[in-house]
């Protein structure tokens, strides 16, 4: 599956955005998905994921209760709404899948195979 994340931005500090990734191809369903992200001069780190049904989700501490995950499989897409958003927000952020029918969450970035090309969030105080 090929990823396209958009919905990127520039937003002051308590501002929202809400990130979006297409999947290509008609087995979009089969398949786990998950944002990470990336912020200047620190590694890649998990934020949240959903199982393929989006049934299951599961957040970073980070992120949890300001952040929703979720997921329209009839067109391919998984998003990312961001709520309170803060300066430590700031960071290029991927979506990514993983061929899965479980509901258990993973929140490695070995655990996933396809990645999309990510999409700049700047948080601003």
């Known amino acids: 599956v090929q990823l396209q994340a958009s919905g990127g931005g520039l937003v002051q500090a308590g501002g929202s955005l809400r990130l979006s990734c297409a999947g290509s191809g008609r087995t979009f369903s089969r398949y786990a998905m998950a944002w990470f992200r990336q912020a200047p001069g620190k590694e890649r780190e998990f934020a949240a994921t959903i199982s393929w049904s989006g049934v299951a989700t599961s957040y970073a501490d980070s992120v949890k209760g300001r952040f929703t995950i979720s997921r329209n499989n009839a067109k391919n897409t998984v998003f990312l709404q961001m709520n309170n958003l803060m300066p430590e927000d700031t960071a290029v952020y991927y979506c990514?899948?993983?061929?899965?029918?479980?509901?258990?969450?993973?929140?490695?970035?070995?655990?996933?195979?396809?990645w999309g090309q990510g999409t700049q969030v700047t948080v601003s105080s």
């Open positions: 990514a899948a993983r061929e899965s029918y479980s509901t258990v969450a993973v929140t490695t970035i070995r655990g996933y195979t396809y």
